[in-house]
Each structure stands twice: as structure tokens, then as C-alpha cells.
């Protein structure tokens, strides 16, 4: 059974700063991993996806890595603002079957001014 | 592109009573559709994988007599809470992939409180 473990569960940092969240995986055999926003009481923001044959993949201020012969992806921010500051989920496509998806608990972010 | 709409976002009814959720997909033809249940501070739980004109097929420990879903059209699934009980108060989202892709597009959520 795949598992998704994310850390830090909380981080609060100053804006401007730059940071990393993780996330580690069990079962290697994934076909691709999916970083998400989720803002209180709302539904998810697609940030990144990476496809298993992929090692990064960026977005603006945001980069995302996979290693996954390591069972390990990080989500690289750069320049935090404010309005960076939501729940980042990461989910792994695979590992127990195809197209279902396969949560972390998620990085409660804050970013103060 | 790829947009999944939710109705309601909001909704609150008694104990006993049954609740309908509308997932639509509305620029593209949705051949599967997932939902997904996400409790308080807690992360997303697959709840059930469905495919246009099949059953569902549901996770471990949900049971598919409460949790009624149908996926009749391309565009749209519904979930239907029956009997809803305090216990089932949580947030649905439903997720939604189209023929051939990869990535699940999301609703923005529905909000279930059960009193």
C-alpha cells in the first residue's frame, strides 16, 4: 500500500525567504507525482505535476523535483509572498493502481510580511 | 481548460435525510471520476473510482450502500449520502480525468454538515 508522508507538517517563515517542502513516498512504482495548494475551506489548485520519466518540473517562483528511485519529490519556492501562505499537498499517481491518487497530510505554510 | 464544477458548495440537513453532490466536468468528456472526502486538518481519502456507464468501484472501508454514486454521462457523477448520520459531516471534492490523460482536474468542494 503506497503511503505519502510530508515535511515539514507546518512551516512559518518571513516573507522573501526562500524554502523546500518535502514529501517521501513507499512504493517507488508511481507513474506521476502532483503538488497542490488548498486555500481554508476550498478545493485544491493544481501547482506541478512530474511524470514518473521526469526529474523537475518548474512553474514561475515554484520547482518541483522527483526523485524516484529515492521515493523522495521537493517543492521549491522561491521569494515567498503573503499569498503563498496555504496548505501544499503532494499525491503519488500509482504504487497500488493506476489514476488513484495517493495523499500526504499536507505543509500548513505561512508566510508573514 | 479543464474545468470541474460542484454543487452545491454548501449544504446542511438533518440526521436521516439523504444529500445529492453534482460533479460536472464542463469543457471536457470525463471518462473516469474520483471522490475523494477530507475530514477536518486531515488530507484527502479516496473514497470511490468511477467510469461513465459502469459501477463504482469503491475503496476499503466505504460502504457503497451509503455512499450512492453514479456516473450516467461523460460530463457528470453524483454522489448521494443516504441516511446521513453526524459522522458524515465533511468536505466531498471529486476529481475528474479525461480520455487518455493523466491528470485529475478538481472540483472546488462540498461542504456536508449533517445535525
Known amino acids: 500500500k503506497q503511503e505519502v508522508t510530508q515535511i515539514p507538517a507546518a512551516l512559518s517563515v518571513p516573507e522573501g525567504e526562500n524554502l523546500v517542502l518535502n514529501c517521501s513516498f513507499t512504493?517507488?512504482?508511481?507513474?506521476?507525482l502532483q503538488w497542490f495548494r488548498q486555500d481554508p475551506g476550498k478545493g485544491l489548485t493544481s501547482l506541478l505535476l512530474i511524470q514518473s520519466s521526469q526529474r523537475e518540473q518548474t512553474s514561475g517562483r515554484l520547482n518541483a523535483s522527483l526523485d524516484k528511485s529515492s521515493g523522495r519529490s521537493t517543492l521549491y519556492i522561491a521569494a515567498s509572498q503573503p499569498g503563498d501562505s496555504a496548505t501544499y499537498l503532494c499525491?503519488?499517481?500509482?504504487?497500488?493502481?493506476?489514476?488513484?491518487?495517493?495523499f500526504g497530510q499536507g505543509t500548513i505554510l505561512t508566510v508573514h510580511p | 481548460g479543464a474545468v470541474v464544477s460542484q454543487h452545491p458548495s454548501r449544504v446542511i440537513c438533518k440526521s436521516g435525510t439523504s444529500v445529492k453532490i453534482e460533479c460536472r466536468s464542463l469543457?471536457?468528456?470525463?471518462?473516469?471520476m474520483f471522490w475523494y472526502r477530507q475530514f477536518p486538518k486531515q488530507s484527502l481519502m479516496l473514497m470511490a473510482t468511477s467510469n461513465e456507464g459502469s459501477k463504482a468501484t469503491y475503496e476499503q472501508g466505504v460502504e457503497k450502500d451509503k455512499f450512492l454514486i453514479n456516473h450516467a454521462s461523460l460530463t457528470l457523477s453524483t454522489l448521494t449520502v443516504t441516511s446521513a448520520h453526524p459522522e458524515d459531516s465533511s468536505f466531498y471534492i471529486c476529481?475528474?480525468?479525461?480520455?487518455?490523460?493523466?491528470?485529475?482536474?478538481f472540483g472546488p468542494g462540498t461542504r456536508l454538515t449533517v445535525t
Open positions: 499525491a503519488v499517481d500509482g504504487g497500488t493502481s493506476y489514476g488513484k491518487l495517493t
Open positions: 476529481s475528474a480525468r479525461g480520455w487518455g490523460g493523466y491528470e485529475q482536474y
Open positions: 469543457d471536457f468528456q470525463a471518462t473516469t
Open positions: 512504493d517507488s512504482a508511481i507513474y506521476n
